[in-house]
T-cell receptor, first 114, second 112 residues
């Protein structure tokens, strides 16, 4: 059973560019969450998708947007990249909205903005 | 709002030493509490969790007890191994709201 997968593993962009990161959830999971982990920090919640809709959003600007597809996979888009967007972006999936369902994390995409 | 505070790191121990990593939280209601571990170059893995007061989560020799009265969820292991070297994150979420709030992480290094 494949776990959560993310692509690409590494990415280098320049300021002002746009980036798209991809995530495939664990089999049987329909909820996908995205987190940003800056170097030396804990992950910060960006947003969560369920049934192809954004259900919750953290304290991130509108430059951060996402999408969930009918097969539950998800994309994270970041526009007008800033140097401060350099981080490890983690995708997590879980089996639906509910009582303390465990989130399973992918290996992450490391984004470097120059 | 919700917050998680972890003990400052890094922590360096000798193999077979006793480990404690402190974690306290601030939250409304009764959150679920988690410890995640991040090995070098990898994503986060769930180590253990507890969903109500006085519950004890355990896995791979690690334990943590949900203490409502002290709002704490300290991680312990009786005898650490070199393979336990990693970054450990304490986190919380609420039932029906799966957003995880993480602490800043504690880097643990075990010396043979």
């Amino acid at each position: 059973d494949a776990g959560v997968t993310q692509s690409p593993t590494h990415l280098i962009k320049t300021r002002g560019q746009q980036v798209t990161l991809r995530c495939s959830p664990k089999s049987g999971h329909d909820t996908v969450s995205w987190y940003q982990q800056a170097l030396g920090q804990g992950p910060q919640f960006i947003f969560q998708y369920y049934e192809e809709e954004e259900r919750q959003r953290g304290n991130f600007p509108d430059r951060f947007s996402g999408h969930q597809f009918p097969n539950y996979s998800s994309e994270l888009n970041v526009n007008a990249l800033l140097l401060g967007d350099s981080a490890l972006y983690l995708c997590a999936s879980s089996p639906g909205q509910g009582a303390g369902e465990t989130q399973y994390f992918g290996p992450g995409t490391r984004l470097l903005v120059l | 709002g919700n917050s998680v505070t972890q003990m400052e790191g890094p922590v360096t121990l000798s193999e077979e030493a006793f480990l404690t990593i402190n974690c306290t939280y601030t939250a409304t209601g009764y959150p679920s509490l988690f410890w995640y571990v991040q090995y070098p170059g990898e994503g986060l893995q769930l180590l253990l969790k507890a969903t109500k007061a006085d519950d004890k989560g355990s896995n791979k020799g690690f334990e943590a007890t949900y203490r409502k009265e002290t709002t704490s969820f300290h991680l312990e292991k009786g005898s650490v191994q070199v393979s336990d070297s990693a970054v450990y994150f304490c986190a919380l979420s609420h039932i029906g709201n799966e957003k995880l709030t993480f602490g800043t992480g504690t880097r643990l290094t075990i010396i043979p």
